[in-house]
């Protein structure tokens, strides 16, 4: 164990105590790299075991303590699994509440998926309104056709005014959208209160899994909001997981973010895999959703983790495998994304997690090509006295040329590895991180093992060979473990 902490352990982790993990970051800053602290611990949507709320309460006692830490003279992130604040069941199934709300909507607006338990692409769901008369028609002929006992239609009629009173609403004001619909009807609610009217077409959660939903949600608005006291420029980085619990991971995010991503800060940020077929119209729909809502989304893009996971688990479970069918459409759907995002990055901010050299150029060449055209457009129009079109970020304010630096837009790779890119990116201007994790041995090397099995075939030869040495070393491990019992 001590030689492996001495040689690849040190490599990729950043240690296991808090002294080794300030050595470490204190180098990276040196060089001038930012710190993403990811402590090395996930959990299985297959994992029913049951755990208690004072575990999930120690979980964000740990991650703040991460903030503390990245708060204390660093220019840092945090990473944290919502699966550390909630039950994996109960994620699961809110994530069904929620996918079942979507196709309610489709329904009542006409698209044919309410039974089909397919999803509707969001941005094709944000362009379509429900007025009233077609949302009480649609609703009575739903439950008649269930054979289900018959709403009254005051409940009805208190529903849609319900919706209508929500914010992220289209031009007609006597028309429901999308966003005003999913901004109500959270996986909690549904089935509750002045929303009882739903509980006939869409199971609701039970009080226990509504209950801790609730307690999920507060862990992680207690960390923003104490994040956001520090005045620091410490953040949070919600991290993907296995698609059956992206569902209410995102829709978590979104709701901590419409409270803290304001007033030009980005405080925390969610995660987007590219291999998702969902994830270019799920971007799409964000973007207006925070348009239209008064926020910012922080988005950190990735190809995604869990490729093998997906495969299996959509054919064990009888769903389409929600992931993209080559690594040729991933890198496609990976790099339209970033152009896509820098194309609106007055109000968004990116985080591009990636190892693949040519995501690199890419994404570099558009930020430069940006700044060189901002920066020509404000000299002509501070030559004919006109306000800059670039007076939204900070250098244009002071009359400053507009560099890749000042704006929101970052890099990430996993420490130990493409080190190349990362320091090549930091000694050209470019803000960039190591994602570093930490924790004790035993924890981290599986970890790592994990993203890397996972990663291996967008990775090419590297990634299989650290394949093969993290399998080795993980098989020493519990040689070593099973020599002590």
């Not at 303590?65 to 660093?74: E, I, K, R």
Request: glycine share 6%; hydrophobic share 40%.
């Amino acid at each position: 164990m001590w030689l492996l902490k001495k040689s690849v352990y040190k490599v990729f982790c950043g240690g296991e105590t808090e002294d080794e993990l300030l050595a470490t970051m204190q180098k990276l800053q040196s060089r001038g790299v930012k710190i993403v602290l990811d402590y090395a611990v996930e959990a299985s949507p297959d994992d029913v075991t049951s755990l208690n709320a004072n575990v999930f309460d120690n979980n964000a006692c740990s991650i703040w303590n991460a903030v503390v830490t990245a708060a204390a003279g660093y220019d840092a992130l945090v990473a944290l699994k919502v699966s550390a604040l909630g039950p994996v069941s109960t994620i699961e199934r809110a994530g069904e509440v929620i996918a079942a709300v979507e196709r309610l909507f489709a329904e009542l607006c006409g698209m044919p998926a309410f039974r089909s338990h397919e999803r509707i692409l969001p941005d094709l769901l944000m362009r379509k309104e429900l007025t009233k008369a077609a949302f009480v028609s649609s609703i009575q002929k739903l439950i008649a056709e269930a054979n289900l006992p018959q709403a009254s239609e005051e409940d009805i009629n208190l529903a849609f005014h319900a919706l209508l009173a929500q914010p992220g609403g289209g031009e007609d004001k006597s028309k429901v959208s999308y966003f005003q619909w999913t901004h109500l009807l959270q996986p909690h609610k549904v089935g509750r209160g002045n929303l009882s009217v739903f509980k006939q077409l869409i199971p609701p959660l039970s009080d226990a899994d509504a209950k801790e939903v609730v307690a999920a949600e507060e862990r992680l608005s207690k960390l923003c909001e104490m994040t956001a006291n520090l005045g620091t420029k410490a953040g949070l980085l919600v991290d993907a997981e296995h698609s059956r619990l992206q569902g209410f991971i995102r829709n978590l995010t979104c709701n901590v973010q419409k409270r803290f991503n304001k007033d030009g800060k980005f405080l925390i940020y969610n995660t987007y895999q590219a291999y998702l077929k969902e994830t270019k119209s799920q971007l799409r729909s964000d973007l207006e959703m925070a348009r239209r809502l008064g926020f910012r989304i922080a988005v950190k893009l990735v190809r995604g983790a869990y490729l093998s996971f997906e495969r299996k688990s959509a054919k064990e479970h009888g769903y389409p495998c929600p992931v993209l069918d080559s690594l040729e459409d991933t890198h496609e759907s990976f790099d339209s994304s970033v152009h896509h995002l820098l194309d609106h990055i007055d109000r968004v901010a990116v985080f591009i997690g990636t190892h693949n050299a040519e995501s690199v150029r890419k994404a570099t060449a558009l930020l430069s090509e940006f700044c060189q055209r901002s920066n020509d457009v404000a000299r002509s129009e501070e030559a004919s006295g006109c306000l800059s079109v670039t007076a939204s970020f900070p250098a244009a304010n002071k009359r400053q040329l507009l560099t890749p630096a000042s704006l929101p837009v970052s890099f990430g790779q996993l420490l130990g590895l493409s080190d190349d890119l990362t320091y090549m990116l930091s000694s050209s201007g470019f803000k960039v991180y190591k994602y570093v994790p930490y924790g004790p041995v035993n924890v981290t090397i599986p970890y790592l093992l994990r993203r890397v099995q996972e990663n291996s075939g967008i990775m090419g030869r590297a990634g299989a060979e650290l394949v093969m040495l993290f399998q080795e070393i993980k098989h020493r491990l519990r040689s070593q473990i099973r020599a002590k019992k």
